[in-house]
């Protein structure tokens, strides 16, 4: 009865699948925040640098963070008493829109440094401790700060490294921001776990948000793309990631064309990528990202 269940559900799901794809089409090339559906490049300046001004802020970028995943973590950080405010007059969470192909050097990139762009972690440090809006809101001699997976644990503290818990601490310190894998590295595994998303199961989040707290910091929870996790899918040949390919070769019914300068890879603002959660291109793994 329970397979029966899932397969309908998974039926309706496609369908709602497709009509979003078609819908991307038509968002790839505005995006506006007004509407709560805000490009990824676009944060640090619509919501971080915003905030910045009212409070010292924490960004916590939860990498690869789904809609699902999000609801369970902040269902869980509201447990513990924390609120959630919104922004504008008519308080709501604001959607992101990724850059495409959905994936962490596409994403992640654009979004720490303001801009459409790929890039790795020095990349990130860089875009992020130099942006012209995050600076603004800082102080003197206190740049943006930026920590990401290999910075969180420290040998004198087994749950937080020291200069994340200083940083968190300083009041000064108007601007910091973490990146948490756990969610992207979850993706990639082939264990058969499932995951209940709290801030027990992520380590680092415990600590991280005590600070955070006690420095009165509002925390900024966003994710730089989404994902979809792999049942019955079909793996068909490609060279490029797992969610996404170059144009060459026939369109199938499972795939949509993107044409935008919102496409950062490969060049020329062109990518194949499926609208289908059973399509993939490369090996199993728990959950795959970059496509629509």
Avoid at 105 to 113: D, G, P
Avoid at 136 to 153: R, T
Avoid at 199 to 211: G, K, M, S
Wanted: contains cysteine; aromatic residues 4%; negative net charge.
């Amino acid at each position: 009865a329970f397979v029966r269940l899932v397969d309908r559900i998974t039926e309706l799901r496609e369908a709602e699948n497709l009509r979003f794809g078609q819908a991307l089409l038509d968002q790839q090339a505005i995006g506006d925040a007004t509407s709560g559906l805000i490009p990824v490049e676009q944060i640090i300046e619509q919501v971080v640098a915003k905030a910045a001004e009212k409070a010292p802020v924490l960004l916590l970028l939860v990498d690869g963070m789904s809609w699902a995943v999000f609801r369970e973590l902040v269902s869980d950080i509201k447990s513990h008493d924390w609120i959630d405010l919104g922004v504008g007059p008519t308080p709501k969470r604001l959607i992101g829109l990724a850059a495409l192909p959905s994936v962490t050097e596409v994403c992640r990139t654009s979004l720490l440094c303001g801009a459409l762009r790929r890039g790795q972690a020095s990349d990130e440090v860089q875009g992020f401790t130099t942006h012209p809006r995050l600076v603004a809101a800082s102080q003197p001699g206190f740049a943006p700060k930026l920590f990401h997976k290999a910075a969180l644990e420290g040998d004198e503290d087994s749950s937080l490294a020291g200069d994340i818990r200083e940083a968190l601490a300083d009041k000064k310190q108007r601007v910091v921001g973490i990146v948490i894998n756990a969610v992207d590295d979850h993706l990639d595994k082939g264990d058969q776990i499932d995951v209940v998303w709290t801030t027990q199961h992520i380590r680092v989040l415990e600590p991280i948000l005590a600070e955070a707290r006690a420095a009165g910091r509002l925390v900024v929870l966003l994710s730089d793309h989404g994902h979809v996790l792999d049942r019955q899918t079909e793996c068909r040949e490609g060279a490029d990631g797992l969610r996404w390919r170059r144009t060459d070769g026939a369109i199938t019914k499972e795939e949509l064309e993107v044409v935008s300068p919102r496409v950062v890879m490969p060049d020329g603002g062109r990518v194949v990528v499926p609208w289908s959660e059973r399509l993939r291109y490369g090996s199993k793994k728990n959950g795959y990202h970059g496509g629509a």
